[in-house]
Each structure stands twice: as structure tokens, then as C-alpha cells.
């Protein structure tokens, strides 16, 4: 009986610090995934298109007919960028929507919620993305 008491109290200490692991390794995983510590400031399309000509006229020399020629060619290359993208999201959502299905299929139900949690967070992050 004493060797069976001194097994149990040994699984129940390897119990406890296999959870207390996990919940510090979760704790931490979180911490460090949603930081926001010396983020950049998120710059507009407009913002963005300044500073490349901006930084272009400064390295060639532009003269202000150039950079305004520069603006004009980086928007019209900004629009066929979204044109692009706008045409391609359906067919990229529907192979994303597939292969979370196909992942879902190899989950237990345990993992199931987990998985569920981080397509939430990642869709989040997507959709700050998407706004930039």
C-alpha cells in the first residue's frame, strides 16, 4: 500500500507540473503573440505612395514633373494590385476553407475548440491586415 501511495503521489506531482507547464507555456505563447511593444504606426495607401516618392526623389533626383509622373504610376500600380486581388480572393478563400476542413478531419474533439480559437485570431489579424 505504501508503494502504491508513493506512486500515486509521484504521477499526481508529474500531473501538476505537466499542467502548471502547459498553462505558463499558454500564458506566454499569448503574451508574445499579441504584443504590441514599438509597433510601427500604420501608414494609409496615400501615406505609403508619399513616402516611395518621397524616398525615390531623394535617391534619382526628381524633378517635380517626375514626381508627379511617380504618384501617378505607383496609384495606377496600387489599383491593378487590388484589381488582382479582388479577383483571386474567391478562388485563395475557398482552397483556405478546404484545407481548414481537411484539418478539422484529423482533430480530436479536444483540439477541435483550439483549432476553432485560432482561426478566430487568425481572421482577426487578417482582417487588421487587410485594412492597412
Known sequence: MNGTSATRKAALWVG???????????????????????????????EKRAQKVQRLTQELNLDPDQQKQLDAIITSVQAQYKA?????????????????????AIL???????????LKRLDEERKRNAQQ
Not at 508574445?32 to 500604420?42: E, G, K, L, S, T
Not at 480530436?108 to 485560432?118: A, L, R, S, Y
Open 84 to 104: 488582382i486581388h479582388q479577383s483571386t480572393d474567391p478562388q485563395i478563400n475557398e482552397a483556405r476553407l478546404k484545407g481548414r476542413e481537411q484539418i478539422r
Open 16 to 46: 501538476v507540473v505537466f499542467l502548471l507547464g502547459a498553462a505558463l507555456g499558454g500564458m506566454l505563447g499569448y503574451v508574445f503573440a499579441h504584443r504590441v511593444i514599438a509597433a510601427p504606426p500604420q501608414m494609409t495607401e496615400a
Open 108 to 118: 480530436t474533439p479536444e483540439q477541435k475548440p483550439k483549432f476553432e480559437e485560432f
